[in-house]
C-alpha cells in the first residue's frame, strides 16, 4: 500500500468551477501537509501547507485536514485554464525531514 | 526567495557512463534531497542529507551515490549510468524548522 494516495485523474472542471483534489496518507504521525502544483515540464512549485485540522485558505486555494481520516484535500475556486496543472499532495512523518509525494492529479480547467 | 539550482537542464549519457548531477541551494538550507520522477510513478526519494558529510538512503538509492561536502551543494552520483535511469531528477532543499521542500528546476537525463 502507497504511503500517500491521489486519484491520478485527470479531473476535469469547466472555467469558474470547484476543482477537488483529494489525498489519504497511512502514516498517522504525519504532522505536516502539503500541496504542490507542477505544470508540464516544469518542477513543482509549492502552494499550500497545512498543520492543523481544519480548514487554510489562501486566495482562492483552501486545503482541508482531517488527521483522524488520514485525509488532505485541496479546493480551487473560480477555476482558471492556468489551473490546468497536476497537483502533487506530500506529507512529512512526525520526525522525518523528508517528504513523501502522492503520485498526482492531473486537472484540466476547460475554457 | 530561496533559489536552488541545478547544473544541467538536459544530459544526455552513455549507457556504463559515471554521471554527476550538481544542486546548489543558496538559503543555508540543512536538508537537501535528489529525487527521480517517472510517469505514473510519482516523485521518488533517492537519498537525502541532513548535515555536511552526513547522507541517508532514500526508497531507491540502488545504482547512485551522494556527496555533500558543502553545505549549499548536494551531488547526485550514476557510478555506471543504464537506460533504466533515464528519468526527470529534481534536487530539493528544506529547513529544519520549516518542512516545505523548495525544487530545482530538474535535470531530464536520458541514457542512451
Known amino acids: 500500500q502507497k504511503e500517500v494516495e491521489q486519484n491520478s485523474g485527470p479531473l476535469s472542471v469547466p472555467e469558474g468551477a470547484i476543482a477537488s483534489l483529494n489525498c489519504t496518507y497511512s502514516d498517522r504521525g504525519s504532522q505536516s501537509f502539503f500541496w504542490y502544483r507542477q505544470y508540464s515540464g516544469k518542477s513543482p512549485e509549492l502552494i499550500m501547507f497545512?498543520?492543523?485540522?481544519g480548514d487554510k485558505e489562501d486566495g482562492r486555494f483552501t486545503a482541508q485536514l482531517n488527521k483522524a481520516s488520514q485525509y488532505v484535500s485541496l479546493l480551487i475556486r473560480d477555476s482558471q485554464p492556468s489551473d490546468s496543472a497536476t497537483y502533487l499532495c506530500a506529507v512529512r512523518g512526525g520526525s522525518a525531514r523528508q517528504l513523501t509525494f502522492g503520485s498526482g492529479t492531473q486537472l484540466t480547467v476547460l475554457p | 526567495d530561496v533559489k536552488v539550482t541545478q547544473s544541467s537542464r538536459y544530459l544526455v549519457k552513455r549507457t556504463g557512463e559515471k554521471v554527476f548531477l550538481e544542486c546548489v541551494q543558496d538559503m543555508d538550507h540543512e536538508n537537501m534531497f535528489w529525487y527521480r520522477q517517472d510517469p505514473g510513478l510519482g516523485l521518488r526519494l533517492i537519498y537525502f542529507?541532513?548535515?555536511?558529510?552526513?547522507?541517508e538512503k532514500g526508497d531507491i538509492p540502488e545504482g547512485y551515490s551522494v556527496s555533500r561536502e558543502k553545505k549549499e551543494r548536494f551531488s547526485l552520483i550514476l557510478e555506471s549510468a543504464s537506460t533504466n535511469q533515464t528519468s526527470m531528477y529534481l534536487c530539493?532543499?528544506?529547513?529544519?524548522?520549516?518542512?516545505?521542500?523548495?525544487f530545482g528546476q530538474g535535470t531530464r537525463l536520458t541514457v542512451v
Open positions: 497545512i498543520y492543523s485540522n
Open positions: 530539493a532543499s528544506s529547513t529544519n524548522n520549516r518542512a516545505e521542500a523548495f
Open positions: 542529507s541532513y548535515d555536511v558529510k552526513m547522507k
